[in-house]
Every structure is written in structure tokens, then in C-alpha cells.
């Protein structure tokens, strides 16, 4: 399911307009992502947390030419699935 798939799934589920699903859509994925900018976790309780996580600069490989090369610090979104969703998906 792409990014329009979803949001004609949430009007159709919501009962609103796709353009109304489109801002609370987009509205959330902000809201996520600002928090995570600012080091927060969101805790969506049943469903996940979405965290940051730093990695650390690191040597690696070119798996083309073997050459070493070097790899930046940098800070990962990670997502660990809640209870309800598991629950759901394993019924």
C-alpha cells in the first residue's frame, strides 16, 4: 500500500474527504517526525514506538571494488511493533 492507498483507506474509514485524510495523514507523519527530531520516542499504545537510535561512525566495504570506505555517525528511525498489533496480525 503506497501513500494514497493509505490516505483512501483512512477517509473511507474516518468518513471524510480524501483532501481532510490527506492533511491528518500528512499531520501525523509531521507530528512523528518532529518528535523524533527533538529525541522524543512516540508511544502509540497497542499499536508501536517509533525512536531514534545513533549509530556510530563505522569503516565498511564497497562491495563493488572491496575498497574500504568510511561511513558517517548518523541517526536511525526504528519502529518496534506494540502488543495489539502483533495480536492482530497472529490471530
Known amino acids: 500500500m503506497n501513500k494514497n492507498e493509505f490516505i483512501d483507506k483512512v477517509a473511507g474509514m474516518a468518513d471524510m474527504s480524501k483532501s481532510e485524510a490527506a492533511k491528518a495523514v500528512d499531520a501525523v507523519f ?6 523524533l527530531q ?3 520516542d512516540v ?4 499499536f508501536g514506538t517509533f525512536s531514534a537510535a545513533q549509530r556510530k561512525a563505522r ?3 564497497n562491495p563493488r571494488t572491496g575498497e574500504t570506505i568510511k561511513i558517517p555517525a548518523s541517526i536511525q ?3 518496534s511493533a506494540g502488543k495489539g498489533l502483533k495480536d492482530a496480525l497472529n490471530k
Do not use: E, N, Q
Open 30 to 35: 509531521d507530528a512523528v517526525t518532529k518528535a
Open 38 to 40: 527533538a529525541g522524543d
Open 43 to 46: 508511544r502509540l499504545v497497542g
Open 59 to 61: 569503516d565498511g566495504r
Open 77 to 79: 528511525p526504528k519502529f
